[in-house]
């Protein structure tokens, strides 16, 4: 029998002597008067008025770390908002609560009443005038001072992570602080936050191996959405003309540090305006999202100084391929050239790939990784944007951007096409790749042309990465840390 199984043996024990003594160990009848966090703020608001003869305050929480001695005791306890030390005495409380108190172990939910007062060391705490128990907990909390090291156990039981690690806990709070900030901003933009299917009949608005599912009802194969973006267009054909949604998206693919099969983006669509209306906007929004979160435009991410103050660099990705990526302008439009250039740099690329393609492949090589500052790339090729409207004066490329951060991409926007015929051809052309064996080409959606047949206004649209933006403000190597409950391999 291994220790844990031995402590939850004598928890068990506990809980039946507990039991047969009549004490309800899951009440459900006790109301904190307030939070710890609020407490706080009391005593830092009024603390000549408190004392064993002011207030007295209700507060619930888990026991994190007792110290007895004898008739009295020290107890750290936390709620959802904060940690405070509690004060019992045999004297006080009596026997029979006292006696119920020793018999309650680390990790269990208790309710306690009572004035509070500084100990000897100046540290508020609260006199317990009452004690009961709300919650029993059978398994014992991880070692609070070795806390939860392996990331195997902090991803499958997130919810020991989060009472053990604080890191873990604030990177959670900083993500919802991040969200809401982002919401905010949209709002005042005059975006209106609407909702789109989840399921979807067709699987599109990337380029992406999708999650399969049935409809009993309905009889038919749906597909979880890979993103938003087809029905988003059709709500500003239909007439709203500044849409965002928060969304989930779940695409079929590898797991790693900076890929989860189910992920966080926003997506949003203006009309009348274009992709380099929406590269200000993004420079804007990320602008007040850091400074609202990090008090400044410049963060630190594993190892690198970044700064999000307006004006970032924008770079055509033919021009970041020479400048950057070391390849000689004088093969950059030469198929076979830049076929024998991958092979030398070892980049993987197949001669069934069209020029857009290989250009595009040795971007993700030799440029991506390098773009450490927030950069725009812009004019990607045809033939890996199907949704992206073309550029007037060049047509081999589309008026389209990404932007890239710490050598990652984290944003995803263009000028959309609103010509019915342009998009039709363009899903021939990702059919035709399709056929050739490329699993995920886009399909062919013709309900989405027919709606464009009606008539959309120019419009420009983007899908942000979350989940990344998430993983930059909180200095987080991966996007395991930042998901709550990341998807693993089965624990056999």
């Known amino acids: 029998m291994d220790k844990e199984t031995k402590l939850i043996q004598l928890r068990k024990e506990k809980i039946n002597e507990l039991k047969e003594g009549g004490i309800n160990l ?40 007792v110290n007895k001695m004898g008739k009295s005791s020290f107890v750290r306890f936390k709620d959802g908002s904060d940690q405070f030390q509690i004060y019992l005495q045999k004297d006080s409380l009596g026997d029979e609560t006292y006696s119920l108190f020793k018999k309650l172990d680390i990790g269990d939910f208790i309710g306690v009443k009572g004035p509070l007062f500084q100990t000897r060391t100046g540290e508020w705490t609260l006199l317990a005038k009452e004690f009961r128990l709300l919650s029993k907990a059978v398994r014992p909390l991880p070692e609070k001072f070795h806390g939860i090291k392996d990331p195997e156990i902090r991803y499958r039981q997130r919810y020991l992570d989060l009472v053990i690690n604080e890191d873990t806990r604030q990177i959670f709070i900083k993500r919802s602080k991040i969200v809401a900030s982002m919401r905010r901003f949209f709002e005042e933009k005059g975006f209106m936050e609407v909702e789109t299917p989840m399921m979807q009949p067709l699987a599109g608005g990337a380029e992406a191996t999708p999650f399969k599912t049935w409809h009993n009802a309905l009889g038919m194969e749906l597909f979880l959405r890979i993103a938003p973006e087809l029905y988003l267009k059709r709500l500003v054909i239909g007439g709203f003309e ?35 209306d929406l590269m200000d906007l993004t420079e804007e929004m990320f602008e007040s999202i850091v400074t609202q979160i990090s008090d400044s435009t410049i963060i630190e991410y594993q190892g690198h100084t970044i700064d999000f103050k307006k004006g970032w660099h924008r770079i055509p990705m033919i021009e970041s391929l020479t400048k950057i990526g070391g390849i000689d302008p004088a093969i950059i439009n030469d198929t076979e050239l830049l076929l024998n250039f991958a092979r030398e740099q070892n980049i993987h690329i197949t001669k069934k790939d069209r020029h857009g393609k290989i250009l595009t492949k040795l ?14 790339i812009t004019g990607y090729p045809v033939e890996v944007s199907p949704l992206s409207r073309k550029n007037d004066d060049n047509p081999e490329l589309t008026d ?33 790749q399709r056929d050739e064996g490329n699993p995920e080409a886009h399909i062919m959606d013709s309900e989405y042309v027919e709606a464009l047949e009606y ?22 190597s991966s996007i395991r840390e930042v998901i709550l409950f990341p998807h693993m391999k089965k624990n056999i």
């Open 26 to 65: 899951y009440p459900n009848d006790f109301k904190p008067s307030c939070s710890i966090k609020t407490l706080k703020k009391i005593i830092e608001k009024k603390p000549d008025a408190l004392g064993e003869k002011g207030d007295q305050f209700y507060m619930a929480g888990r026991m994190m770390a």
């Open 242 to 276: 500044k849409v965002f949604e928060i969304n989930r998206n779940f695409r079929n693919e590898g797991v790693s540090a900076r890929h989860n099969p189910e992920f966080t983006m926003v997506e949003f669509y203006q009309a009348y305006a274009d992709y380099e």
């Open 400 to 432: 389209r951007f990404e932007l890239f951060i710490a050598g990652r991409e984290i944003a995803n926007g263009f000028s959309e096409i609103n010509d019915p015929e342009d998009q039709y051809n363009r899903f021939l052309m990702q059919v035709r």
């Open 455 to 476: 008539g959309m206004p120019p419009t420009a649209g983007e899908g942000i990465g979350i989940d990344r933006l998430v993983m930059l403000l909180t200095n987080s």
């Open 363 to 376: 971007f993700d090589s030799l440029v991506e990784p390098r773009l450490i500052q927030p950069t725009f």
